[in-house]
């Protein structure tokens, strides 16, 4: 188990750092670091504590240390002690209110650097318009004892992707920053992107273990080949390959005892709308008309497990903890707003835990095959897709049949389901590991950037 040392600084000129002589030990030291900044200093055994290092005012300000007491980590590699991890969580929509920086995420912000302390890291948010490129720092807003604070710090050890959207993500400004904090300071990036519906399918589609969740999903091509779907399926879902938070998803149900086709959607109003059609045609000269198609994708339906005859599916959190490896961090049932074609919150839909929506022992059943699923197809998406990825968020349903199925992975999950009172320890969960993720990766730089880079 890693080790958390308390920083102290001593008020002195001197060029020493006074440390635990069990870090030290038979080791050949001669240089600190901070972030990108380090110095050539002197190594000393501390003569009674073992639980700090003690720095000079003098080093401090050369390596750009700021003086919160938060106990961190303490590397060794190449002669070089580094503290940290420093870790700096990008994003954009900053404000000039001084209480307010981050707009209304800042209580998101607020909350995910509450964790330094228990994690043994230093994350502070930031934005392209704070980065120093001539001096190689960054003016980063940290959150101390529930205070925002805007101190000057070295760049940092690894860098937390929280952009807001896919908007901010296309930004030509945004990206080039990306690149160039990844390509000439070989800073590692974790959770780059969103994820495009289809192309995650289909890369899910090359690795045999997860296929058995993939429900047939293709991109919109002709009404000839939705025929097909309906007739198979019975009903299907048209969605956006881009969207999020149920915009623009569509239920298009066939009966084939009256030769009906019907529609369940959101209108731009918010309100859950079922129509009915003569013809496919029809419906979508009267639904589609001002949509393009092509950006759309056709999916299977699937006959899920209802509760009180609402549909029900499931939003499963994975995480990648201090060791690199995947865990399950969240359950949640997600249950239809009435007439509803999503489980979204907006639309009407609850949030209950599995607990609550079944008897225990099947609890327990469904509990264990979400969280097998999740913990596969997190590995295989590790596998598939460019970038660190530490987090994701799965929308999966379980059918009449008690089988599995993908709907949706989230590369920057949202957290309604926290808002439920039982799952506050697992919110907790969640923002310890991904910031606990960033250790992980700063040790991996270190030891073995050949892994890491490849």
């Not at 998803?249 to 030769?259: A, F, N």
């Not at 979400?370 to 913990?375: H, M, R, V, W």
Request: aromatic share 12%.
């Amino acid at each position: 188990m890693r080790k958390h040392y308390l920083i102290e600084v001593a008020q002195n000129d001197q060029l020493i750092v006074f440390c635990p002589s069990n870090l030290i030990q038979d080791k050949q030291i001669k240089r600190i670091a901070f972030g990108s900044k380090s110095m050539d200093v002197e190594f000393f055994p501390h003569p009674d504590k073992n639980d700090r290092i003690v720095i000079s005012r003098k080093i401090q300000e050369t390596i750009q240390f700021p003086y919160f007491k938060v106990p961190l980590h303490a590397f060794l590699e190449d002669e070089v002690l580094y503290l940290g991890p420093l870790v700096g969580i990008f994003t954009a929509g900053f404000t000039s209110y001084p209480e307010q920086p981050i707009g209304e995420r800042t209580l998101f912000f607020a909350k995910l650097l509450s964790v330094n302390r228990p994690v043994g890291a230093l994350a502070f948010v930031f934005g392209e318009k704070h980065i120093n490129w001539e001096s190689g720092t960054i003016e980063g807003y940290f959150f101390e004892e529930n205070v925002w604070h805007t101190v000057e710090v070295p760049f940092p050890n690894v860098i937390y992707d929280r952009l807001p959207n896919r908007k901010s993500e296309e930004n030509p400004k945004l990206i080039k920053v990306r690149n160039r904090l990844q390509k000439e300071y070989l800073i590692p990036w974790y959770n780059p992107g969103f994820f495009n519906k289809l192309d995650i399918y289909e890369r899910l589609q090359q690795d045999s273990s997860v296929t058995a969740y993939l429900p047939e999903t293709f991109p919109f091509t002709s009404f000839s080949s939705i025929e097909t779907m309906l007739s198979k399926y019975g009903h299907i879902f048209i969605k956006p390959k881009n969207g999020s938070l149920g915009h623009g998803v569509h239920q298009v149900i066939y009966d084939k005892h009256t030769d009906d086709y019907y529609c369940r959607y959101q209108d731009e109003a918010g309100v859950n709308r079922l129509r009915k059609y003569s013809s496919l045609e029809r419906l979508f000269q009267s639904v589609f008309a001002a949509q393009s198609l092509d950006r759309m994708l056709v999916q299977q339906g699937i006959h899920l497990l209802r509760n009180d005859q609402r549909s029900v599916d499931f939003r499963v959190h994975t995480n990648k903890d201090e060791n690199g490896e995947w865990q399950v961090t969240a359950i949640a049932g997600k249950i239809a707003g009435q007439g509803s074609v999503t489980t979204h919150a907006r639309s009407g839909g609850d949030i209950k835990t599995i607990g609550e929506i079944f008897p225990k022992e099947e609890a327990e059943i469904y509990r264990e095959k979400l969280s097998n699923a999740a913990l596969l197809l997190s590995k295989a998406l590790d596998k598939n897709i460019e970038g660190i990825i530490g987090e994701i968020g799965f929308d999966l349903g379980i059918d009449r049949n008690g089988d599995v199925w993908l709907f949706e992975a989230n590369s920057k999950p949202g957290r309604s389901i926290f808002s439920h009172p039982e799952l506050k320890e697992f919110d907790l969960l969640t923002r310890k590991l991904s910031i606990a993720f960033a250790v992980f990766i700063t040790e991996q730089s270190l030891l073995h950037p050949e892994e890491l880079f490849k």
